[in-house]
């Protein structure tokens, strides 16, 4: 199936109100093209390098969205075009995007990404991290908080996945309705891959990161 087709298929899929994020990192710009030229206009990307790369060569209507391990000293380089970091795991982060956000005099939006798979590589806040990071009201005048995100462990069990997407949910349902009450902002759940998805859309999650879907296995 071509990705024009994938595209248009998953996105009939959807149910209203769920966003998708095409995540492209690591497929060249010809792919990106395809799925721009099919009317898909957010993508994710891991390197803010390669981000930089095929911002500069592809439409300036298209929303970037980071989504993998952001490194403080490459923040700079995505400050001034990002649109949603969905992978801030640290203070310290969160302070380098407020410092970078002021110098290029935007606000930048930001998800909170959330440690729930049982994989230790897997980054993130722990839910009470979180908890405390949001009690503390850290001053990040340039910076937008939208929500959560999460990745479930990689496993066939998916009992195991619902449950962890069930705690960042609830954890979400919990900030929406105490720290954000009344913020219009935070309303992000970033839950969901190619194999998980469709839990996590049961699960409450409205926008989903689909790579492999879309544009097939990808070469490292
Ligand atoms: C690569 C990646 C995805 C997409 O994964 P697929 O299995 O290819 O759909 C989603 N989220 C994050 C954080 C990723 O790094």
Redesign the pocket.
């Known amino acids: 199936m071509s990705i024009a087709k994938r595209i248009q298929e998953l996105k009939a899929s959807l149910p209203q109100g769920v966003t998708l994020v095409a995540?492209s990192?690591f497929h060249p710009v010809e792919a990106l093209k395809e799925a721009y030229d099919a009317g898909q206009r957010i993508f994710?990307e891991?390197r803010a390098q390669e981000l930089g790369a095929k911002a500069k060569v592809l439409p300036n209507d298209i929303e970037w969205h980071f989504?993998?391990p952001l490194q403080s000293n490459k923040v700079k380089e995505i400050a001034p075009y990002i649109h949603l970091i969905?992978?801030v795991d640290s203070l310290k982060l969160l302070n380098e995007i407020e410092k970078q956000a002021a110098k290029n005099e935007r606000i930048i939006r930001v998800l909170l990404e959330i440690h729930v798979a049982q994989e230790e590589t897997k980054h993130g806040f722990s839910i009470n991290e979180c908890r405390e990071l949001v009690r503390q009201q850290p001053n990040l005048p340039h910076l937008q908080i939208c929500g959560l995100m999460g990745?479930a462990s990689l496993t066939d069990d998916e009992t195991q996945v619902r449950a962890e997407f069930q705690q960042v949910r609830s954890l979400f349902d919990e900030l929406r309705s105490t720290a954000f009450k009344g913020t219009e902002c935070f309303n992000t759940l970033s839950m969901g891959?190619?194999?998980d998805y469709q839990t996590a859309i049961e699960e409450g999650s409205n926008m989903i990161?689909?790579?492999?879907?879309i544009f097939g296995e990808?070469e490292y």
């Open positions: 995540v990192k994710g891991s989504i993998g969905h992978s990745m891959m190619s194999h990161r689909v790579g492999t879907y990808r």
